[in-house]
């Protein structure tokens, strides 16, 4: 059965059951946009086998730090290192799996690696787009 066909329950590997998850504490409730988000990230984190911190959406310390809100690690670093440089990085981007900030990371961050795959990617959205063009403004060594 694929994850998240029936919220609050998955199929245990080892026996084959159905059995209760701990999707954590509610915030939004209803059926809104915001309450149907909460839910799928409550879903996903179960499924990641990583404890929610005081809201089901949000994740405890201890996968915070581990960097459980980023696909890739280069993305959890790209963040760190953001945080670190004090531009505006906070502990809801490492902890609320809402956050645009940290879906941000995700996008973006492996993008800035590799140029070839950006311009590619890019391209269809910024009519004009060539390959890496530093900006007059700021300095081309980051």
Same mark, same amino acid.
């Given at each position: 059965?694929?994850?998240?066909i029936?919220?609050?329950?998955?199929?245990?590997?080892?026996?084959?059951? %159905?059995?209760?998850?701990?999707?954590?504490?509610?915030?939004?409730?209803?059926?809104?946009?915001?309450?149907?988000?909460?839910?799928?990230?409550?879903?996903?984190?179960?499924? %990641?086998?990583v404890?929610h911190?005081?809201?089901?959406?949000?994740l405890?310390?201890?996968?915070?730090?581990?960097?459980?809100?980023?696909?890739?690690?280069?993305? #959890?670093?790209?963040?760190?290192?953001?945080?670190?440089?004090?531009?505006?990085?906070?502990?809801?981007?490492?902890?609320?799996? %809402?956050?645009?900030?940290?879906?941000?990371?995700?996008? #973006?961050?492996?993008?800035?690696?590799?140029?070839?795959?950006?311009?590619?990617?890019?391209?269809?959205?910024?009519?004009?787009?060539?390959?890496?063009?530093?900006?007059?403004?700021?300095?081309?060594?980051?």
């Amino acid at each position: 059965m694929p994850p998240g066909i029936l919220p609050g329950l998955q199929v245990t590997p080892e026996s084959g059951r %159905l059995e209760a998850v701990d999707e954590g504490p509610l915030y939004t409730r209803g059926h809104t946009y915001r309450a149907r988000a909460e839910a799928r990230q409550r879903a996903y984190r179960a499924e %990641l086998g990583v404890q929610h911190g005081t809201y089901g959406h949000l994740l405890a310390k201890e996968a915070a730090d581990e960097g459980k809100n980023f696909i890739l690690d280069e993305t #959890f670093r790209a963040a760190r290192q953001r945080e670190r440089a004090g531009k505006g990085v906070t502990a809801r981007t490492f902890e609320n799996m %809402l956050s645009s900030q940290a879906m941000c990371f995700n996008v #973006f961050a492996p993008l800035a690696s590799r140029l070839e795959l950006a311009t590619a990617v890019l391209r269809p959205f910024v009519p004009g787009l060539v390959g890496k063009q530093p900006s007059p403004s700021r300095p081309t060594d980051r």
